[in-house]
């Protein structure tokens, strides 16, 4: 109830997959889909983001790596912004982000983090970069030796489908997690 947007929604939106699991996708916040359903991720962004994971999935059998049955997905903010839309200020992200740090320490595999847009990935990695900047660069963060590959978003893809060179930049950064965990 500290996030400015607790009073806003219908319910929390914490987390689907397995906390076992050695990758986890964190977005920014709840959509209307995923603040009706309470999991992150199941909106169109969501179905485009399994499709993501099941090409990895096929990648990691290529080279033989082991891809976890369920990775573990969450979001920076745990409730849906009213309209969408995150407060200038960034409150809410202040307000939300210790509770990411925390659930993120508790997930005892965790090797590789896929940071879904800017809000995450300037979340996870203490920036203020532009995600054009901060894709491509795999990191290490803070609670250590995990992971941290940041990716453009699903809904930003979405609404560039035939931008062939974002597609293709994603995929590179999202072979880029699958090798990571190796």
């Not at 369920?70 to 979001?75: E, L, R, S, T």
């Amino acid at each position: 109830r500290g996030c400015p947007h607790g009073e806003t929604r219908t319910q929390t939106v914490f987390a689907k997959g397995d906390p076992l699991s050695t990758l986890c996708f964190v977005g920014e916040a709840p959509g209307e889909e995923e603040d009706a359903q309470g999991l992150p991720f199941v909106g169109d962004s969501g179905r485009f983001l399994d499709r993501q994971i099941a090409a990895m999935r096929e990648y990691a059998t290529s080279i033989g790596v082991e891809f976890p049955a369920a990775p573990y997905v969450c979001n920076v903010l745990k409730c849906r912004p009213q309209g969408n839309k995150l407060l200038a200020d960034g409150a809410d992200i202040a307000a939300c982000s210790a509770h990411l740090w925390a659930q993120l320490r508790l997930l005892p595999n965790l090797q590789v983090i896929v940071a879904v847009g800017r809000v995450a990935a300037q979340t996870l990695l203490g920036s203020e970069e532009a995600i054009s900047k901060l894709r491509g660069v795999p990191s290490l963060i803070g609670f250590g030796a995990v992971l941290c590959i940041p990716i453009y978003h699903p809904a930003y893809l979405l609404r560039r489908r035939n931008n062939k060179a974002l597609h293709t930049k994603t995929w590179a950064d999202l072979k880029l997690a699958v090798e990571g965990l190796r």
